[in-house]
Nanobody, 124 residues
């Protein structure tokens, strides 16, 4: 499976942005899809994940209530909708595909496929 993340850019604090993760070579609906981010000088951080078969989503506390993940199976694409962005959300955002259980969805090594990342910069 190949993943292509897009939609990043420069926005102001308080703005919204939607990232896309387009898949090829496999159906993303059969995978747990995770979003991770890495800010300069910091470790990779779990953002959220959408489980398979309608089993729900999981989000990091730092984004809960502001970010949401959804699927468009017809387009083989997963989205990360971000609202109320703050400078602390500035990072390179990566999508990933794997088959972790809900309890392990925040663990990067549970994902087999990764996109190249898209940069989100939030100015104050």
């Amino acid at each position: 499976v190949q993943l292509q993340a897009s939609g990043g850019g420069l926005v102001q604090a308080g703005d919204s942005l939607r990232l896309s993760c387009a898949g090829s070579g496999g159906r993303l609906s059969t995978y747990v899809m995770g979003w991770f981010r890495q800010a300069p000088g910091k470790e990779r951080e779990f953002v959220g994940a959408i489980m398979r078969w309608g089993a729900g989503e999981r989000y990091a506390e730092s984004v809960k209530g502001r970010f949401s993940i959804s699927r468009d199976n017809a387009k083989n694409t997963v989205y990360l909708q971000m609202h109320s962005l703050t400078p602390e959300d500035t990072a390179v955002y990566h999508c990933a595909a794997g088959t972790p259980a809900f309890s392990a969805a925040a663990v990067p090594r549970m994902y087999n496929y990764w996109g190249q990342g898209t940069l989100v910069t939030v100015s104050s």
